[in-house]
């Protein structure tokens, strides 16, 4: 990786002046495992999400949305640096005392330097928290799930970040949020804000807050089309999949997770106390009259598995697994109730806010703003992106893989001998049950998927492995 990267970032100092006074402060909400379809907006029959789908609402909303890695600290790399897993080395949940190299800017860096405060609250999840980076303030953990009953967190502020302390009786959301109100409610001048509003829930053990225990008594699940698949023996499925152990009541893996219904309920209570909380800060910005003045950006670090193949966890390069929302609120550039179906990538998230901010968005990111869509479609956006997980071993007994994704077709490797592939035909086979890899009267497609899979790959530079 190149050095100089956050200097050669800055902006000429007149452009600086006369973008000033438009910059919008920036409100990104990250999920945790939040699936594209776990919101009322995107037609979940069970699940109700008034303040997600107000974003969406009122900004500019994708149907089409993925994560490049579906796992989560790789994911939040990439979300903050533009950049695959590959190329910043942050491939995996392992060794996450190692910060990234610090030649890599994250967004937050480069939006500091511009005059931006910056902060991030709740599940940072990342390389050493990213705590070696400028923060104008950080009310942070760097674990998977915390403790939900007695979280801890790390604060500080302007750079220097004090030890870990435990708060007790508090849901760690909640904390998080009335955290980041008290930061919004600090005088800072004219300058302009970035607020990070990282949630945890509903990460297993997908404990719910008090004030929702009785939510969805009595409530109907509806049962994946794929939950009694794994005991037909996975037709077409290989191995690897097959093995993996993030199966739902049947592996020793997770015994927390017993039963389909449970899980989903407790999932979804988890995500309604994230949409309370949204609407905390929402209403916060509507009181102070800056709302329409915030650019807000909504996503996840990945989707998740609810039942599907008697699956959960996520890893895996299937849809339930790599699908994600992604919505942006700015009235200033976004017609309210547009939606679009190109297919946007979470390496798009950085540049989206730079171009949000109205700065330069650096050569060495590798995806690009998605805010022009917001005025018209295009076609031609992205025809075909690439999936990489690397993560071995691991809890789950997800063994490594690639694939190629194109608006119709699928190619899944599974890069551990044997060497096992997946094909699908998305249009007519949307739940991905009939693998078409090997049939002879698929073989120029795969032939051509494979040859496309190879050259995505080349194209993404290898950084060091942290």
Known sequence: MAGGMLASSLMPAALQAQTKARQPNLVFFLGEGQRADALSIAGNSIL???????IGREGMR?????????????????????????????????????????????????????GYEVAIVGKVHFQNGAEERYWDYYFGHNSPANNYANPFFKE???????????????????????RALSWLEEDRGDKPFCLLVWFVAPHEPFFRPRRLLDLYRGTLTPKPATFDDDLKGYPGKPQGFVKAINKIGTTPSHP??????GMMKDYYAGLVAVDENIGRILDYLEKKNILDDTAIIQSSDHGFFLGEWRLFDKRLM??????VPFMVRYPRRIPAGTVRK?????????????????????????????????QAADAKFRNEWFYEYFEWPNPEGVPPCRGIRTDRY???????DPHEFEMYDLENDPKETQNLYGMAEHADLQRHLQERMEALSSGIPEGKRL
Not at 100 to 109: G, K
């Open 48 to 54: 109700k999400t008034p303040n997600h789908d107000r």
């Open 62 to 114: 994708f149907e089409n949305a993925f994560c490049t890695n579906a796992l989560c600290a790789p994911a939040r790399a990439v979300a903050l640096t533009g950049m695959y897993s590959r190329s910043t080395g942050a491939l995996s949940n392992n060794d996450m005392d190692k910060p990234l190299p610090s030649d890599i800017p994250l967004v937050t860096d480069l939006l500091h330097e511009a």
């Open 156 to 178: 500080g502020r302007k750079g220097k970040i004090g030890p870990q302390v435990q708060y007790h009786n508090i849901y760690p959301d909640d904390l998080t949020v009335d």
């Open 256 to 261: 927390a997770v017993g039963s389909l219904e």
């Open 318 to 323: 299937h849809e339930p697994s790599i699908r």
């Open 342 to 374: 190109e297919m946007v990538l979470d390496v798009d998230m950085a540049p989206t806010i730079l171009d949000l901010a109205g700065l330069p968005i650096p050569k060495h990111m590798q995806g690009k703003s998605i805010l022009p869509l917001a």
């Open 410 to 416: 699928k190619l899944i490797e599974y890069t551990l």
